[in-house]
C-alpha cells in the first residue's frame, strides 16, 4: 500500500521550494516534481533511470547502495568464485588469488533481471514454505516431546510399583514363614507344659499319700506303700533327666538370617543414581528443498565448468606432526577431524589447523564421516562395527554390527555407503538397516569412498583407477588416466571428482561423466605424498593431508 505521507521534489527542494513529487526516481533515491521529472528524462546521465508514479512508491523499500559498504568505493567488479560484486580494493585484498573477474556491467547486462526476480520470488515462496513445515514439524514435535515425557514418568511409576510389589510378595511371604514357625514352637512348648503339668499332679499327690496315708498303717503295707511311691518317684526323675534331651525343653529364639544378596542390593541402591537416562536424540528431517537457491546463484554465472578452466592455489602449508593417516574429514562448522593410522587416535583441529584435542574414542579406528552438527560415525575393521559418537558430550550412542569388516564411511540423504571388505559397498540406514548393496571387485580393501547424489565413487590404488557406481549396482564409468595410486577422493559443488594420488605427489579432478581429467598440482608443486583430501562445507576450499600427517594444506580451487 502507498505511503500517505507527502513526498516532496528533491531539486526543488534544494531552492527551497515545498513541491509536491509527482514521481519517484530509485536511481537518485529522491521524488520529482513534473517540472524536474521532464528536465530529468533529457539529460543523457538520468535519462535511463528506473522511475515509479509516487501513488505507486512504497517508501519502505530501501534504496540498493551501489557503493561498497566496507571501503565506500563503488562496485565495479564482480568475482565468480564467491558470486560477489566488489570494488577495486576488495579485489586487492580478499580476491588476490580468484580467477575470471569481471565488470559487473557486464554481469549485469547479461543478466535477465526479470526472469531472476521470478526465481527468487518462487524461492522465497518455497523457503516459506519450508520454514512453515518447520515450524508446523516443530510444534508436533513439542507436543509429540511432551508425550513422551509422560510416558516416560508413566514407565518410572510403573518401574517403582513393581519393585514394590515384589518386595511386598517377599515380605508377606517372610512374615508368613516367621508366624508358622512361631505357631509350631508354641504348640511343642504348650504339650510340654501339658505333659509337665501332669508329672506336677502326681508327684504331688505322692507327696501327699506320703504324709496322710503311710503313717496310719501296718509296718509292711508303709512298706510297700513307701516302694510303690519311691519307683513313681524314679520314674519322674529320670523324665526330668530325659527333658535335657528333649528338644521340646530348649528355650527358642526365633531370628531371622538375612540373605546375603540383601545387603549388595542395598550397596546398589545407595550407589543408583538414577532409575535411567533421559536423553534426546535427533533425527534429520525431510524437507521438500525445491529451491534454485540451494543450487544456483542469482546470477547465470555458476554453471557447470570444464574443469580445464579449474586451478588450484595453496593458501597455507601448516605442520601438524600427526603419524601416518587413515582419514580425514572437514566438519560443517570448520573444524578437520584426522584419523592416525597408528592406534587409530581421532584428531580434532581447528580450522586453521591447531590441534585442539584428541576425541575419547578406543583405537582401530579407520574412517569417519558426519552425520549431523555434533555427531560423527566411525568404522572398526577389526570389530565388524560402525560406531555413531556424539561429539558434544563424548560418547558412543550407538554400535552397528555388520558381518564383515568394514573400511571406507559416507554419509549423504540420511544414510550411509560403507565399503565391506573387497567386494561389496553396502548403503545402510542410521539403524543399520540394508537399503542397497552394491556387489564390486577390489583388488584391496574399499578404504576410500564418496557418496553423494545417489552415486558412489572409489579408489583402487592397487588397480589404479577411480570407479563410480549407481545405487542399483551398475557401473557408470571407471577412470585410470593419470593416476597411479589414488587414495583420498571428494566431491566438488558441481560433482567432479578430486583425488589424492600419492604416488605421484599430484591432485586429479576428474569430471562427473568420468570422460575428462586434469591434474591440478604435480610433484613440482610442492606436495609430499598428498593421502587425505576435502572441502569445507558448502565452499570450493579445503584441506589436503600427506599419508606421513605432517603437513595440512589448505587450498583453493576456483575456474579461470
Not at 137 to 145: A, H, Q
Not at 242 to 265: G, H, T, V, W, Y
Not at 350 to 355: A, P, V
Not at 398 to 421: E, R
Request: aromatic letters at 6%; proline letters at 2%.
Amino acid at each position: 500500500m502507498a505511503s500517505n505521507k507527502v513526498i516532496l521534489c528533491g531539486p526543488c527542494q534544494e531552492g527551497r521550494v515545498n513541491t509536491k513529487a509527482d514521481i519517484w526516481c530509485y536511481n537518485c533515491n529522491e521524488g520529482l516534481c513534473s517540472t524536474c521529472s521532464g528536465q530529468h528524462k533529457k539529460f543523457k546521465g538520468t535519462r535511463d533511470h528506473k522511475t515509479i508514479d509516487i501513488k505507486r512508491y512504497k517508501p519502505s523499500i530501501r534504496a540498493i547502495n551501489t557503493e561498497c559498504d566496507i571501503h565506500g568505493q563503488q562496485l565495479k567488479l564482480y568475482c565468480p568464485s564467491h558470486l560477489m560484486p566488489c570494488c577495486d580494493e576488495c579485489i586487492s585484498i580478499n580476491h588476490s588469488k580468484c580467477t575470471g573477474i569481471k565488470s559487473l556491467e557486464g554481469v549485469v547486462d547479461n543478466t535477465k533481471i526479470e526472469k531472476s526476480t521470478k526465481k527468487i520470488d518462487m524461492d522465497i515462496n518455497s523457503t516459506l514454505q519450508i520454514l512453515n513445515e518447520i515450524m508446523s514439524n516443530k510444534s508436533g514435535n513439542i507436543k509429540r516431546g511432551e508425550e513422551q515425557v509422560d510416558s516416560i514418568k508413566e514407565t518410572i511409576v510403573k518401574y517403582r510399583k513393581k519393585i514394590n510389589k515384589h518386595l511386598d510378595d517377599l515380605e508377606k511371604k517372610l512374615c508368613q514363614e516367621t508366624d508358622t514357625i512361631l505357631n509350631q514352637e508354641k504348640s511343642k512348648a504348650s504339650d510340654l507344659k501339658t505333659e509337665i503339668d501332669g508329672k506336677q499332679k502326681n508327684l504331688k499327690k505322692m507327696q501327699e499319700q506320703l504324709h496322710t496315708v503311710i503313717p496310719h498303717t501296718s509296718k509292711l503295707q508303709s512298706f510297700l506303700g513307701l516302694h510303690q511311691i519311691e519307683q513313681q518317684v524314679h520314674q519322674c526323675q529320670r523324665y526330668v533327666d530325659d527333658l535335657e534331651d528333649d528338644d521340646r525343653a530348649k528355650e527358642f529364639d526365633i531370628k531371622m538370617k538375612q540373605n546375603d544378596e540383601i545387603e549388595s542390593i542395598q550397596s546398589k541402591i545407595r550407589s543408583l543414581e538414577s532409575l535411567g537416562e533421559v536423553m534426546v536424540v535427533k533425527k534429520n528431517i525431510d524437507l521438500n528443498r525445491e529451491t534454485s537457491v540451494r543450487r544456483k546463484a542469482q546470477v547465470q554465472s555458476r554453471v557447470q565448468s570444464n574443469i580445464n578452466n579449474m586451478t588450484m592455489n595453496i593458501e597455507t602449508k601448516i605442520e601438524i606432526n600427526i603419524k601416518s593417516i587413515n582419514d580425514m574429514i572437514c566438519l560443517m562448522d570448520g573444524r578437520v577431524i584426522v584419523v592416525e593410522q597408528c592406534g587409530g587416535k581421532v584428531n580434532l583441529l581447528t580450522s586453521d589447523g591447531k590441534l585442539q584435542k584428541q576425541l575419547p574414542i578406543s583405537g582401530g579406528v579407520e574412517s569417519v564421516t558426519q552425520i549431523n552438527q555434533n555427531t560423527i560415525a566411525i568404522t572398526y575393521p577389526e570389530e565388524k562395527a560402525i560406531k555413531i559418537f556424539n561429539m558434544e558430550n563424548e560418547t558412543v550412542t550407538k554400535v552397528i554390527t555388520l558381518d564383515k569388516g568394514c573400511w571406507g564411511l559416507s554419509f549423504s540423504n540420511n544414510s550411509m555407503a560403507v565399503g565391506l571388505y573387497k567386494d561389496e559397498i553396502r548403503i545402510i540406514d542410521l539403524e543399520g538397516n540394508t537399503l542397497k548393496s552394491i556387489p564390486v571387485e577390489c583388488e584391496d580393501y574399499l578404504y576410500n569412498l564418496v557418496y553423494c547424489n545417489d552415486r558412489v565413487i572409489y579408489s583402487e590404488f592397487v588397480g589404479k583407477a577411480v570407479y563410480c557406481y549407481d545405487e542399483s549396482g551398475k557401473q557408470i564409468w571407471k577412470y585410470t588416466q593419470d593416476l597411479s595410486l589414488p587414495e583420498g577422493l571428494c566431491t566438488d559443488t558441481y560433482g567432479n571428482i578430486i583425488v589424492a594420488d600419492i604416488n605421484s605427489d599430484g591432485i586429479i579432478v576428474i569430471s562427473k561423466d568420468g570422460q575428462n581429467s586434469k591434474v591440478l598440482f604435480s610433484e613440482e608443486d610442492g606436495l609430499k605424498e598428498p593421502k587425505c583430501i576435502c572441502f569445507k562445507h558448502n565452499e570450493s576450499s579445503g584441506f589436503i593431508c600427506g599419508e606421513d600427517g605432517r603437513y595440512l594444506a589448505k587450498f583453493n580451487l576456483a575456474s579461470r
